[in-house]
């Protein structure tokens, strides 16, 4: 199972608590955790990526071992730590203003 951490709107649309599990199949990409994720709260599809394009919404960003993988392509592996569970795959909404 690999655990997923999101933003509190995104909890609360998905009523659950901070961190979720999600079993992926097959490797362990971006695409393959948040596939999974919509599939267990199908009320989060359209908030994370794009219905059609499925990219990245602009103000959502991705983490994982202190790293900021945002702009990685959506099919590259994940750290190993992310893929079998030791660290979470952390959702994050950005900030932006002046």
């Given at each position: 199972?690999?655990?997923?951490?999101?933003?509190?709107?995104?909890?609360?649309?998905?009523h659950?608590?901070?961190?979720?599990q999600?079993?992926?199949?097959?490797?362990?990409?971006?695409?393959?955790?948040?596939?999974?994720?919509?599939?267990?709260?199908?009320?989060?599809?359209?908030?994370?990526?794009?219905?059609?394009?499925?990219?990245?919404r602009p103000?959502?960003?991705?983490?994982?071992?202190?790293?900021?993988?945002?702009?990685?392509?959506?099919d590259?592996?994940?750290?190993?730590?992310?893929?079998?569970?030791?660290?979470?795959?952390?959702i994050?909404?950005a900030?932006?203003?002046?």
């Amino acid at each position: 199972m690999m655990r997923v951490v999101l933003p509190v709107h995104l909890r609360r649309l998905a009523h659950v608590d901070e961190e979720v599990q999600v079993r992926v199949e097959g490797p362990a990409t971006q695409r393959s955790v948040l596939d999974a994720l919509e599939a267990s709260y199908p009320m989060l599809r359209g908030t994370i990526r794009d219905h059609v394009t499925q990219k990245r919404r602009p103000f959502v960003r991705f983490f994982a071992c202190e790293q900021d993988l945002s702009h990685e392509l959506p099919d590259d592996p994940l750290p190993d730590a992310v893929a079998r569970g030791v660290e979470p795959f952390l959702i994050v909404g950005a900030m932006a203003g002046g």
